[in-house]
């Protein structure tokens, strides 16, 4: 069984893929930051449900995807600009191009359905294998795979990046860490 200590450092850990995950559901650094800090204060107190030998990152993507559920569930009705949605229309647009890929990469990637985003992000993005992110997102891994696909070549579509020069993995991790896309 592992050691109180070893548990806490994979919790560390796994936190900066959890944040690049909590920010591609949310759009939103602060509602992301806000979320991964739910996800692991509920990861250290049910950490008796956790069994060892398991991948703890996928354990705590799981908790992550579902706090982010629950509250999306609960502002189903509320009409406020959690996202900062209306606040992003009136911004000044960055200087560097890098800033320019990065929104034009998180507006893509919010055109995306949900399941497709969330799919390509815990495969391309996170790392995690198809059976992994089935796991996180309680379905198949044929689905997980279909999705990724779906969402590879969609968003090659949006990004104007039909031809064989992008990696759609790259450019998601790109986007998801800031970096700019090549």
């Not at 990152?57 to 995807?65: G, K, M, N, Q, V």
């Not at 009136?90 to 893509?108: G, K, R, Y």
């Not at 995306?112 to 198809?130: C, H, K, M, T």
Request: aromatic share 6%; hydrophobic share 40%.
């Amino acid at each position: 069984m592992a050691t109180g200590s070893s548990i806490h450092d994979e919790m560390l850990a796994a936190v900066p893929h959890l944040r690049a995950f909590a920010i591609s559901l949310t759009g939103s650094i602060d509602v992301a930051d806000d979320l991964v800090q739910e996800a692991l204060v509920r990861g250290l107190t049910k950490i008796d449900h956790f069994q060892p030998g398991t991948n703890m990152e996928a354990w705590l993507f799981t908790i992550l995807r579902n706090q982010f559920h629950t509250r999306h569930r609960k502002r189903r009705r509320e009409v406020e600009d959690v996202n900062g949605g209306f606040a992003n229309q009136i911004a000044v647009l960055p200087e560097q191009s890098s800033h320019v890929d990065f929104d034009d990469m998180l507006t893509a990637l919010a055109k995306l359905p949900f399941d497709q985003r969330e799919a390509l992000i815990l495969v391309g993005a996170e790392g995690l294998s198809y059976e992994e992110a089935a796991k996180v997102c309680a379905t198949k891994v044929g689905t997980i795979k279909s999705r990724v696909n779906r969402a590879r070549s969609r968003l090659a579509e949006l990004l104007s990046m039909t031809d064989d020069n992008h990696d759609p993995d790259y450019v998601v991790c790109a986007a998801v860490y800031g970096e700019s896309p090549r």
